[in-house]
């Protein structure tokens, strides 16, 4: 059975409902047997993305059968007609309308395994939103952190799952110290995308489609970085396929800041093993605008292994990337055309294959 890990000092914990950080303030991972991914075991569980439950640490078969609402399997398509080799992947066709239901879905069924009546999550938006569906559908009472400046969209959405909205004013940073602090208060399970490991567990599943649809590795992923859900779960399952002697190579990750919020791409400029906080100026894109990433190590060490890079894109270019974007007839939330503009700023060789997030649908702005 699966163990966590501390990121920075090794001690080890049994998975428990209060348990979401070490004593030495440290990020927990899982400590789990090696991944060996069978594709021949893929077709056991058809039409959603627990047909990969064989690669996640979890005995609770029976939970997320009544957890999950078909979510991930979504498509891989050209981009355009004209841009041959760059596809998107549109992670915004999911049960909620973002990718965080990847995560939220593998989540919320440990919460459900573990006993839990109760989760606090917080976020700037999507995975509130998420956690919010998933806890409604699994039959646990759910309080979601936002931001008072959270978009109205997704904030109707949280309270239309019966989640209580606790509006937070302040910083990103003020949120999670708020929801930190209701966990300890109320001893109920903390339902963070950001530091649960089981999360990862399911946006693993956003590589394994990727591999599945091209046959392979593509040569780059471009992914959005905020708090590196996404990416480490790309990261992650590209390496258990490369442990597995699936691949020969992982392909490079571009990751994708706000200019205006760019601790990730400032420290790996600098050579930093971590991200030092940075003072956001604010940005349009919302769902990255996270100026203390608590995962930046594994972040950082991610980018740096795949030989990727960081592209960091100004406020100007996110709304025309978005206009673009919807002229080729995919309509995405406002963060999620940074994805799209950082592509337009890479420096792509003949030949080479990109894959970009559609991570939000365009009606969850405001
Ligand atoms: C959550 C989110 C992101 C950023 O993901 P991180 O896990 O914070 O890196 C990007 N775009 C959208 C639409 C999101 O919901
Ligand atoms: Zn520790």
Redesign the pocket.
């Known amino acids: 059975m699966e163990q966590y890990i501390c990121n920075a000092c090794g001690r080890k914990y049994e998975v428990t409902r209060s348990r979401w950080k070490c004593e030495c303030g440290g990020m927990l991972d899982l400590d789990k047997a090696a991944v060996t991914v069978r594709p021949e075991t893929w077709t056991k569980f058809p039409n959603s993305m627990f047909r990969y439950a064989d690669s996640m640490p979890f005995e609770c078969s029976g939970i997320w059968q009544q957890v999950t609402m078909g979510e991930g399997l979504t498509p891989l398509l050209p981009l355009d007609g004209t841009t041959p080799d760059v596809y998107v992947k549109v992670d915004y066709m999911m049960p909620t309308l973002?990718?965080?239901d990847r995560g939220a879905a593998v989540l919320i069924a440990k919460a459900k395994a573990l006993g839990a009546a109760k989760v606090i999550a917080d976020s700037?938006?999507?995975?509130g939103t998420s956690i919010a569906s998933y806890s409604a559908r699994a039959g646990i009472e759910c309080d979601v952190y936002l931001s008072d400046t959270t978009s109205q969209k997704k904030m109707a959405q949280v309270k239309a799952h019966g989640a209580n909205v606790r509006e937070i004013p302040g910083s990103r940073e003020a949120v999670a110290a708020a929801a930190q602090q209701a966990v300890a208060d109320e001893g109920v399970f903390y339902a963070s995308?950001v530091y649960n490991p089981y999360f990862y567990e399911g946006t693993k599943t956003y590589a394994y489609e990727i591999f599945e649809a091209c046959g392979g590795a593509p040569d780059t992923l471009i992914i959005?970085?905020?708090?590196?859900?996404?990416?480490l779960g790309a990261y992650y399952s590209f390496k258990e396929l490369l442990d597995s002697r699936l691949i020969d190579r992982l392909p490079r990750i571009i990751a994708v800041q706000a200019a205006n919020v760019a601790p990730l791409a400032l420290a790996f400029e600098k050579g930093d093993k971590a991200a030092t906080p940075v003072e956001g100026k604010g940005t349009l894109a919302e769902?990255?605008a996270?100026a203390a990433p608590a995962r930046s190590k594994q972040i950082l060490e991610a980018v740096r292994e795949t030989n990727g890079e960081f592209i960091t894109i100004e406020e100007h270019e996110i709304h025309s990337a978005r206009t673009a974007l919807a002229a080729k007839g995919y309509y995405v939330?406002v963060?999620?055309a940074a994805n799209y503009a950082a592509h337009l700023k890479y420096d792509r060789a003949p030949g080479e294959t990109v894959v970009i997030p559609l991570?939000?649908a365009g009606m969850k702005s405001d």
Do not use: Q, R, V, Y
Request: net charge neutral; charged share 10%.
């Open positions: 973002s990718f965080k700037s938006g999507n995975a995308h959005p970085a905020g708090n590196g859900t996404l990416l769902g990255i996270i939330e963060t999620s991570c939000g």
